[in-house]
Every structure is written in C-alpha cells, then in structure tokens.
C-alpha cells in the first residue's frame, strides 16, 4: 500500500532529514586516510542519539549497527568494521536511516578519501549527477520509469559505466521500506504514476565496469554484502524527497547549494 503523506508529515520527515544531513556533514570533515570505519558508526550512532532520534537499521531483520560503510568493490550493505582502515584513494559510501519522533528519512553520500583516481571522481560526479536527473522526473504526473529512465541514460548511454539493477530505492515512512518500489533504470512513461504526498528515495548506484553484482561472504562477522561482480569500485548517492504540487523537495538536503531549488 502507498500513503499520501500530509503537508504535516513532510515538515516532520524534513526534520528526521535534518539529523540525518548532520552526520553527514561531520562525516566530510572526519573522512581521512588512516580512519576505521568503527568511528563512523560511533560518530554516526552517538549523533543520531544525542539529537533525539534513533538509527532506524540498528535491530532491523537483526543488523547490529547505525549505518552500512561500503568501501571501494562493495555495493552496499558492507557493515562497519573493526580495524578496517580508509587508505588514501578509497571511495567509502556511508548510508543511514533515522527515526525522529516516528518519521524515517534515508540518505547514503560517497566520499573520497584523500586524493583519488580521475576514474573514481568521475564515477562519483556521475552517479551524483544521476541522482539530481532522476530527481528532476519526481513531478506530479510523470512515472516511476520517467525517474528510472533520467538515471540509466546518464550512467549508461551517456558515460557507459553500470547501472546496478539489483538493489533500487523505495516508498519510506510510516517504516523504512514501503511501496512503491523505485528502480535507477527503466522506460519513460511506464510505471506506477506519481501522485502528490508520495515519499520516496531515489539511489543510484553505479559501478565503473559492469551493472551486475555479486555476493560476498565475511566469515568474521557472519555477513553477506554486495559487491561489483567485476572488481570495480562502485558509487551510490542517495536522497529521501517529497513530491509536492511545488515540485520534488528534498528531505536529507545537507544544504549544498544545488539544493536549493528543492527546498522545502
């Protein structure tokens, strides 16, 4: 079922977002070289907690902490990991839920860390670029497919990196995943046609070689993430926005000045 969510609800998703934003915005000053990944999820963790919200993932289907920190080859879904350092020239995506008085935002941002390939910064300013496309189709009127569609021509037809088909943005709140389901790929004016109040996420990720992914197995931990299946180093930018009679509006804005036309 999909919910139409009140002008009310937005505001208070729009706040959920702002704590959200903040950790991400300690996160561009914190990433460095030498960093374990254990002090994301303990800056993230203790952020969240200390402005009156919760990490939504922590305790979902049994996972154990704030946020997912996937780095270089892996997809999504790699978890915070003791005694993993960032090394000069790592991409690190963070994503992250947040629950503020029982409104859910969800946001995952890539970061370089230190001095990177040109390879990898274009693949970073893609799947960026992508993602603000695929936002500019969440009108009133269009499609899903329109949304699908701004994000695959960009990444594939455009720049012939892959588009990731497995794992793809959804409806959120009143829970963290809702319908409907919203793909980074797809045909313009086919799909589920989007209505005023819906409240999605749009989250491209993008590999620099092939679309497809694959499973890997951290026997450490007991955990099952993604990878390219290539070997590829992979980016992914997300937002949770509102579609409104004003336009698409951005939830987890962190107030970079692109944004400022999907202002609330």
Same mark, same amino acid.
């Given at each position: ?7 009310? @609800? ?22 460095? $070289?030498?960093?374990?990944?254990? @002090? ?9 907690? @200390? ?43 963070? &994503? ?9 935002? /969800? ?12 390879? &990898? ?14 936002? &500019? ?7 899903l497919g329109d949304i699908g569609f701004a994000c695959q021509d960009f ?27 919203? $793909? ?19 989250? $491209?990720m993008v590999n620099l070689g092939t679309w497809e992914i694959t499973d890997?197995? &951290?026997?450490?931990? /007991? ?24 336009? $698409? ?9 692109? /944004? @400022?036309?999907?202002?609330?």
């Amino acid at each position: 079922m999909i919910t139409l969510k009140s002008p009310r @609800e937005i505001e208070m998703m729009a706040k959920s977002g702002e704590v959200l934003a903040g950790v991400h915005l300690g996160l561009r000053d914190m990433i460095k $070289p030498g960093l374990d990944t254990w @002090e994301i999820e303990e800056f993230a963790d203790k952020y969240i907690t @200390e402005h009156g919200a919760k990490a939504s993932e922590k305790g979902f289907e049994g996972y154990k902490f704030a946020t997912c920190v996937s780095v270089n080859d892996e997809v999504a879904h790699g978890i915070p990991r003791k005694g993993l350092k960032l090394k000069d020239g790592d991409i690190v995506k963070v &994503d992250m839920t947040v629950n503020k008085d029982g409104f859910e935002s /969800d946001s995952c941002w890539t970061y370089a860390v230190g001095n990177i390939s040109k390879e &990898d910064q274009k693949l970073m300013d893609v799947c960026k670029e992508a993602l603000y496309r695929g936002i &500019d189709q969440a009108v009133v009127g269009n499609r899903l497919g329109d949304i699908g569609f701004a994000c695959q021509d960009f990444i594939e037809n455009q720049n012939h990196m892959g588009d990731v088909r497995e794992l793809i943005g959804h409806g959120i709140q009143p829970t963290m995943h809702e319908q409907p389901n919203v $793909p980074a790929y797809g045909e313009p004016g086919k799909g589920l046609r989007l209505k005023e109040g819906m409240t999605i996420t749009i989250e $491209p990720m993008v590999n620099l070689g092939t679309w497809e992914i694959t499973d890997r197995y &951290d026997s450490k931990d /007991d955990w099952t993430y993604y990878v390219s299946s290539d070997g590829t180093n992979s980016a992914q930018y997300e937002h949770t926005i509102a579609i409104t009679k004003d336009g $698409p509006k951005i939830l987890t804005s962190q107030g970079d000045p692109i /944004d @400022e036309k999907y202002k609330l």
